[in-house]
């Protein structure tokens, strides 16, 4: 090779280092636009957390005010939950119970239940007396607080029961032969003892799918009488338990249809997936008495949501806890919103699926789309499309909750929103998990 040939081949190999190292030193990183900035972690494997990166300096930590602007720190309000009892023992028994029916109690009968203790973890023992019944249910209520619920009270409750609770049910969730197959409920009203003390979450009702085999060998609601039933004077009132019936008996008849009625057939019992089951149950109170305010007011003043703490998919009955509640009330409110159709609860129930699948299937969109529009309506709460809640009364009321303090590594369906920078163009971390994505938004 000649010496010329040789000087080309050099100049040209150093002309191309300096292009290519000039065009990485000036690279143009990439955007997005928007006076806001939603980052979520799409994936739905609730095992593995995906980094999103540094998304913004931390010498903007504090330029948004803590959640506190929302809930004060005395705040003395209550907020309903309810537990869940492992099940595993049950499904591999198939509820022997729902097709050997016993002998129907009688009026003021005595009966011993057997019921969870949350404060020792233990079990204990309630006797309770049979006050009121029906064709579908059996109100008991425990002997100690026969001096402050009447028969008079549980015959409201046996009316409601009958009356509107049990046929919202098998309207919306269940077909109504698959909820007459479970028989007759029974109502246990005792004072479920959770160490509430006196503000913050108490266990309001359960239900516990054993008791439909080995424990009380009934298909049973647990009611808590206090505070549920109490108002701030002390009076006993046994309408306060009605919206916690309703929520229960959709967890029963869920139940039934998942893990027994729809098993017989498919042979492999499931349980519905435990934020899909709340929502529902949630969704059933929405049904029954309207918006369920204390779901909206413990949204707006939870850091751990704003901050992206709180997962959307939590399947631990552990870890499923206030801020839990919250979001899949409020997503499954979205998702009725979006799809207007009465049948809806009833598709997802009866889904061949029992996790996130049954709700792509119901509402022809992945989920990663539906939690990703979900998040941007949440923030933007538009009063029509995809972006809101169509106006559902009281709704109006959800706070558009920016990070002050974001969790960096993401649990899958988390997220959380940012404030862009003035110019309203965020550039993207250098390195951020495969599931992780950015979207800007605009008010």
Known sequence: MSSLKKLLLIFFILSSSFIFFSCMLFKKPQTVDGAYILVINQSTDTAVKQDTGVVY??????MYPSAQIFRNSEDKSIYPIDRIIDTDMLLTNRIPILTSKSEPPKLNDLKDFITENYETGKKDTVRACLLSMTDHCYVWVEESYLSKITSMQTDKLAAEFEKNIYPLIYTHFVEKTDLESIGA????????????????????????????????????????????????????????????????????????VNSIYVNYIKEEPAMQSLWMDEGLSMAAEDLYNGTQTS????????????????????NRPDLFWLD??????????????????????????????????????????????????????????????????????????????????????????????IKAPADRSFELPEKYGPDIRFYGINP
Not at 301 to 314: A, E, H, M, T
Not at 346 to 358: E, L, Q, R, V, W
Request: proline share 3%.
């Open 295 to 314: 779901r909206i007011t413990y949204y707006n003043g939870s850091d751990n949501i704003r901050n992206g703490k709180v997962p959307l998919i939590q």
């Open 185 to 256: 409920v029974y109502l246990l009203c005792y004072d479920i003892k959770d160490g509430f003390s006196g503000s913050g979450g108490f266990v309001a009702g359960y239900f516990s799918p054993e008791d439909l085999s080995t424990s009380n060998k009934c298909p049973l609601l647990y009611i808590d009488t206090y505070p549920l039933m109490t108002d701030r004077f002390g009076v006993y009132k046994i309408e306060n338990a009605f919206s916690t019936v309703t929520h229960e008996l959709q967890h029963l008849s869920n139940f039934y």
């Open 57 to 62: 300096s931390r010498e903007t930590e504090g």
């Open 324 to 417: 839990n509640y919250s979001l899949s009330y409020l997503f499954f409110q979205y998702l009725y919103s979006q799809t207007s159709d009465s049948t809806l609860y009833k598709k997802i129930i009866y889904s061949p699926y029992n996790d996130f699948k049954a709700l792509e299937e119901a509402c022809g969109k992945s989920i990663s789309e539906l939690m990703t529009d979900f998040r941007i309506a949440l923030f933007l709460n538009k009063p029509s499309g995809k972006y809101g809640f169509n106006s559902k009364e009281g709704f109006d009321g959800i706070a558009a909750l920016t990070s002050y303090n974001y969790e960096r590594y993401l649990e899958a369906s988390a997220g959380f929103v």
